[in-house]
């Protein structure tokens, strides 16, 4: 089984400035997906940046960022010039490659996130 | 637009009372899943189905039970067995049969937020 842990409960940052949250997971598996999800306070889950852990350039979606570190299993989600619409709640997620049963997701605890003008 | 539509968005559920929360979805999706989110926690799994007439235990099925008659809809109804119902509830539907996936691994309905009376 998978587990994925946000060690950081919450974080606060400044307008305009960067931010970086925090994950681990633990698996055997050795080809996995892993995503960041942002809850902002409509609770909607929006798919922020994914990661295939076969490659191993890090992704990059405008300013969101990652440090994907697999032989340490860490996955931290860098967010460059902080808007105040990045208030959310952060969610780190885990997937196993694709099989033939779905695409099922497992979830870390979640970060929240102020952005401070 | 494809999607999913859950409903209602607020429920209420008085002492010793069965509710069911809707979930619709038109994405020709064969998998959905259902998830509970406490206040600022994470998301856990709580039942999911990948085919039609068939559906597993999530971590928490505990309280839950839930059918799978048609391929659009997996209604979620929370017993009087669940002595702890307060929660935001998430629906979520996936494909299984594309070996590379979607854009989005799991796509999410809006939520439903259930309170005891």
């Known amino acids: 089984a998978q587990t994925v842990t946000q060690s950081q409960p919450e974080m606060s940052v400044q307008e305009a400035e960067t931010v970086t949250l925090s994950c681990t997971y633990d698996?055997?598996?050795?080809?996995?997906?892993l995503f960041w999800y942002k809850q902002p306070p409509s609770r909607q889950m929006i798919l922020v940046i994914r990661?295939?852990?076969?490659?191993?350039q890090n992704a990059t979606e405008n300013r969101f960022s990652v440090n994907f570190q697999k032989a340490a299993k860490s996955f931290s989600l860098k967010i460059s010039d902080s808007q105040l619409g990045d208030t959310a709640m952060y969610f780190c997620?885990?997937?196993?490659?694709?099989?033939?049963?779905?695409?099922?997701?497992?979830f870390g605890g979640g970060t929240r996130l102020m952005v401070k003008p | 637009d494809g999607g999913i539509t859950q409903s209602p968005k607020y429920l209420f559920r008085k002492e010793g009372q069965n509710v069911t929360l809707s979930c619709e979805q038109n994405l020709n999706h064969d998998a959905m899943y259902w998830y509970r989110q406490d206040p600022g926690q994470g998301l856990r799994l709580i039942y999911y189905s990948h085919i039609v007439n068939d559906f597993q235990k999530g971590d928490i099925a505990e309280g839950y039970s839930v059918s799978r008659e048609k391929k659009e809809s997996f209604p979620l109804t929370v017993t009087s067995a669940q002595k702890n119902p307060t929660a935001f509830y998430l629906c979520?539907?996936?494909?299984?049969?594309?070996?590379?996936?979607?854009?989005?691994?799991?796509?999410f309905g809006d939520g439903t937020r259930l309170s005891i009376l």
């Open positions: 990661q295939e852990a076969y490659k191993q």
């Open positions: 979520a539907s996936s494909p299984t049969m594309d070996r590379y996936y979607s854009n989005q691994p799991q796509h």
């Open positions: 698996t055997s598996e050795s080809n996995y997906y």
């Open positions: 997620a885990f997937m196993k490659q694709w099989n033939n049963a779905g695409n099922m997701l497992t």
